[in-house]
């Protein structure tokens, strides 16, 4: 199993900017890659960012292009979401998932999902 935690989460304008974390623990040796995904209240699970665990490239929607960046720091198990220039549209609970062989769009890929982190962008 492994466990995943997010935080960093929480209520700002638009334009601000917050740092998403996700803590992975257990067993992070079987991780192939890791992503973000977000839901907001009425909608379906939507892709956000994802990685493979090796490091290297980067996959992004269209939506979050050049505004947010994923980033790992393999030794200390942590995948981050760097948010920049939010807008109220991004409001919604974040995720951070890890799958044991895929790091893609597809959210039914991924093994292991943490419980959330609020973000709120106000107009």
């Known amino acids: 199993q492994v466990q995943l935690v997010e935080s960093g989460g929480g209520l700002v304008q638009a334009g601000a900017s917050l740092r998403l974390s996700c803590a992975a623990s257990g067993r992070t040796f079987v991780v192939g890659g890791m992503g973000w995904f977000r839901q907001a209240p009425g909608k379906e699970r939507e892709f956000v960012a994802a990685m493979p665990w090796s490091g290297g490239a980067t996959l992004s929607a269209d939506p979050v292009k050049g505004r947010f960046t994923i980033s790992r720091d393999r030794a200390k198990n942590m995948l981050y979401l760097q948010m920049n220039s939010l807008k109220p549209e991004d409001t919604a609970l974040y995720y951070c998932?890890?799958?044991?062989?895929?790091?893609?769009?597809?959210?039914?890929?991924?093994?292991?999902w943490g419980q959330g982190t609020q973000v709120t962008v106000s107009s």
């Open positions: 998932a890890a799958g044991t062989a895929y790091w893609g769009r597809n959210p039914d890929s991924y093994n292991y």
